[in-house]
Every structure is written in structure tokens, then in C-alpha cells.
Nanobody, 122 residues
Framework: QVQLVESGGGLQQAGGSLRLSCAAS????????LGWFRQVPEKEREFVAT????????YYADSVKGRFTISRDNAKNTVYLQMNDLKPEDTDDYYC???????????????WGQGTLVAVSS
């Protein structure tokens, strides 16, 4: 079982930065791929970024490439999402997810955090 708790969301102006954190309660953190997804009500959960457990390989959605950076600290069981140059369209609830393999789709993922709200004003 994996429990995930996100933090770091909030209100930011366009062009600003935020860093999200996701702390995991599990003994197998270093063997898990971690990802960030985002969602607005009545829409599907959208892939943002993911990082593998094998060699730290990262993947990003085109909409955030060059602005967001995902990283992990296995010693702290924590994954981060550094968000720079924020835009109003980045406004969403952001969710952390864990999986044995790298995935870029929310379908079928079992382990989710409760979400943290990011709001970007223009």
C-alpha cells in the first residue's frame, strides 16, 4: 500500500513559480515511478510529468515542457514538481501518483494523493 500527500499549492501570478511536494508512505518508494497529473472539474485527469525509478528518466506533457521540472529524493520518499513561468491555464488541482512502471495516463493508476490546488492569476 502507498499513501501520498501533496503540498505546496497556492495562488500565484502569471510568470511566477511554485514547487509542489508529494511525500510517500511506503517501503518501496525507490522502486516506484512517480508522476504528477492535473484536473479541473468535469474533465479527465491530465498527465503533467513523470519520473522513473530505474535511472530517473523524466517525461513531460508538451504543455509544460521547458517550464516544469520533476525530481525525486529517495532518501526523503518525496517527489517534487518545480513549476516556473506559470500561466493562467496551469490552474488546476494537481495530483501525485505512484506506479510500479512509468505511465503517462491516469487510467488504471491505483495510488493517488488527495490533490493540491494551484491557481494562477493573469
Amino acid at each position: 500500500q502507498v499513501q501520498l500527500v501533496e503540498s505546496g499549492g497556492g495562488l500565484q501570478q502569471a510568470g511566477g513559480s511554485l514547487r509542489l511536494s508529494c511525500a510517500a508512505s511506503t517501503r518501496t518508494f525507490s522502486n516506484l515511478a512517480l508522476g504528477w497529473f492535473r484536473q479541473v472539474p468535469e474533465k479527465e485527469r491530465e498527465f503533467v510529468a513523470t519520473i522513473s525509478w530505474i535511472n530517473g528518466t523524466t517525461y513531460y506533457a508538451d504543455s509544460v515542457k521547458g517550464r516544469f521540472t520533476i525530481s525525486r529524493d529517495n532518501a526523503k520518499n518525496t517527489v517534487y514538481l518545480q513549476m516556473n513561468d506559470l500561466k493562467p491555464e496551469d490552474t488546476d488541482d494537481y495530483y501525485c501518483a505512484a506506479s510500479p512502471i512509468v505511465v503517462v495516463s491516469a487510467a488504471g493508476l491505483k495510488f493517488w494523493g488527495q490533490g493540491t490546488l494551484v491557481a494562477v492569476s493573469s
